[in-house]
């Protein structure tokens, strides 16, 4: 079997990864000078070579690496979330310049190890890929030099790292129940892992580790901090890559373990507190990094409520979601990106925004879009993909879950309109001048936008793929 059409995106990854290790030893002058055009030179590579690889599938190294259309779609919308995050990151300041290439590293080692991560179908690869992945996202948490950001970064750290040691407790009890660490094996054995206590405990353990890794109640707690602290093209990265992995993980899990009983009622719970906490206490915000991070704390309720319905339309609803969530997300992060930067803050408040239109018609409407769209307002992306997403769930009886969540989207608007209204309707400070967008960043822009629209009007190619992607089983 030729292993390089099936590793191809991972093979990408790696070799960029170790050109910038080649990078750091370099003067530090000719690194910041082509660091830049050298990562989103190749971040198009990987995102060519993961497009490139979505046909092929495969099982790799004693059964432990699973390739099929799932994990490759996973992995070419996270090289397309690597390559917005590296575009984004062309002259920020929130970044030290004699560190551009140590960053852009730790950026490539966190997307390889969810990469990873959505092939894993072993418990120790699935372990060494989520390590991989968490700890270049501590490092890049806390890439900035100032105190409140390294110390959100060490939250960061040990929130993951007592995630970790919960995973690795409840993955030791489900193998020590079904004999084996293959996630395949203990799949065929589910019978008798709901009849055992420690298997449930051990699932119950599990679940609790991927939850913390989608910010959902109550393993929030991080998510506020270092969305505010960390470098905003970093907050974005978090926001979307990290989030689609988890998304990708957990619906693995389900697929093989379907939650059932009590297990269904718990998660139901923490999927109405987190909508609930998400969208209100992001009506007080007046950060807006600090907004967004609150928002997805929502999302992840919303995702929920997707995984609940823990059927083939369920689990297809919840793909796609993940993917318009990418779309969303970049796009929002994309116009904080270029405020930031603009203001010279890497924390803007509301009142950056205000006359955003006036200054940049272009941003204001990537800006109003995004939010739209992940408010549910139709005809975008966000309002098909929850469409999908609550009638999967409601074919399964959790009609007050849905109904709430409904409710929560009408809440998620005040704050979402907040942001719109400082854009549209304030007038900008005194002084402040036109943005200047570079034709390559109104390109990125005018894609995000057309795709956010584009989707929600004709979803059917990407629901055709997301079903595809869950009839074809990540474990079978």
């Excluded at 191809?8 to 002058?29: D, H, R």
């Excluded at 995702?303 to 059927?311: E, K, N, Q, T, Y």
């Amino acid at each position: 079997m030729n292993l390089l059409p099936l590793l191809f995106p991972e093979t990408l990854l790696l070799v960029l990864g170790i050109l910038f290790l080649w990078l750091m030893l370099a003067k530090k002058e000719f690194a910041a000078k082509i660091a830049h055009p050298f990562a989103v030179a190749g971040g198009a590579t990987v995102v060519a070579g993961a497009a490139w690889a979505l046909g092929f599938s495969g099982i790799l190294f004693f059964s432990t690496y699973k390739v099929d259309l799932f994990s490759q779609g996973f992995k070419l919308a996270l090289a397309g979330a690597l390559l917005l995050t590296l575009f984004s990151s062309r002259a920020f300041r929130g970044i030290p310049e004699n560190r551009r290439a140590e960053y852009y590293f730790f950026l490539c080692s966190a997307t390889l190890g969810m990469m990873m991560m959505t092939s894993a179908v072993d418990i120790l690869t699935l372990y060494v890929s989520l390590e991989l992945s968490s700890y270049s996202l501590y490092l890049l948490s806390a890439f900035k030099n100032k105190a409140r950001d390294s110390e959100a970064g060490i939250k960061y750290l040990f929130f993951g790292a007592a995630a970790s040691g919960v995973f690795l407790w409840g993955a030791s009890l489900l193998a020590g129940a079904a004999g084996s660490t293959s996630l395949v094996e203990i799949a065929k054995n589910t019978s008798g892992l709901i009849a055992s206590p420690a298997s449930l405990l051990g699932m119950l353990f599990v679940t609790f580790s991927f939850l913390f890794k989608l910010s959902v109640f109550p393993l929030h707690f991080w998510t506020p901090d270092v969305y505010e602290s960390a470098a905003t093209p970093v907050t974005g990265f978090i926001a979307t890559a990290s989030k689609a992995a988890a998304v990708a993980i957990l619906a693995r899990f389900f697929m093989m373990l379907p939650p059932f009983g009590g297990f269904i009622s718990a998660l139901a719970f923490l999927a109405f507190v987190s909508m609930t906490l998400g969208n209100c206490v992001a009506l007080w915000q007046q950060d807006v990094k600090r907004l967004l991070a609150y928002s997805s704390i929502a999302q992840a309720g919303y995702i929920v409520v997707g995984l609940l319905a823990a059927s083939g339309e369920g689990f297809s609803s919840v793909v796609f979601y993940a993917f318009g969530y990418i779309l969303m997300n970049a796009a929002a992060f994309f116009v904080v990106c270029q405020v930031a930067d603009d203001c010279g803050q890497d924390n803007p408040q509301l009142s950056h925004f205000d006359g955003l239109a006036e200054r940049s018609p272009f941003l204001a409407l990537v800006l109003l879009l995004s939010l739209l769209s992940l408010a549910g307002i139709p005809p975008l992306v966000g309002f098909t993909g929850k469409w999908i997403l609550f009638s999967a769930a409601m074919n399964q009886g959790h009609w007050f879950l849905v109904l709430w969540a409904v409710l929560n989207s009408v809440v998620s608007l005040f704050y979402y309109l907040t942001l719109v209204k400082h854009a549209y309707l304030e007038k900008p400070k005194k002084n402040s001048a036109p943005f200047a967008l570079t034709l390559p960043m109104k390109l990125v822009g005018l894609c995000l936008c057309l795709l956010i629209v584009f989707l929600g009007i004709f979803p059917n190619a990407l629901i055709s793929f997301a079903q595809q992607a869950i009839s074809g089983g990540p474990l079978h």
